[in-house]
């Protein structure tokens, strides 16, 4: 998927690093997602994630964007 965010250097929402490779990591789009905002440099429940969180992303998509981080950072301590 292309959110038109590409020139923005994306870092993961969870460890905070940036991916090594362009491939590594996806955007995924939460329930609080609003395509409307997509004009703001972060949109509501975007979030990125590298390849190595991105399946916890999933996860968690059916919930809000911060439901999902809190979720998965707890999971993670
Ligand atoms: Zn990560």
Redesign the pocket.
């Known amino acids: 998927m292309d959110h038109g965010l590409k020139m923005t250097p994306a870092v ?1 929402c ?4 940036i991916p090594a490779a362009a491939d590594d ?1 996806d955007w995924l789009e939460f329930q609080d997602y609003d395509a409307a905002g997509m004009g703001l440099s972060h949109p509501q429940g975007l979030e990125f ?2 390849g ?2 991105i399946s916890r992303g999933r996860d968690f998509i059916l919930c809000t964007a911060a439901e999902a981080l809190t979720k998965i950072k707890e999971g993670l301590t």
């Open positions: 993961c969870i460890c905070g690093k990591g994630f590298c190595e969180h």
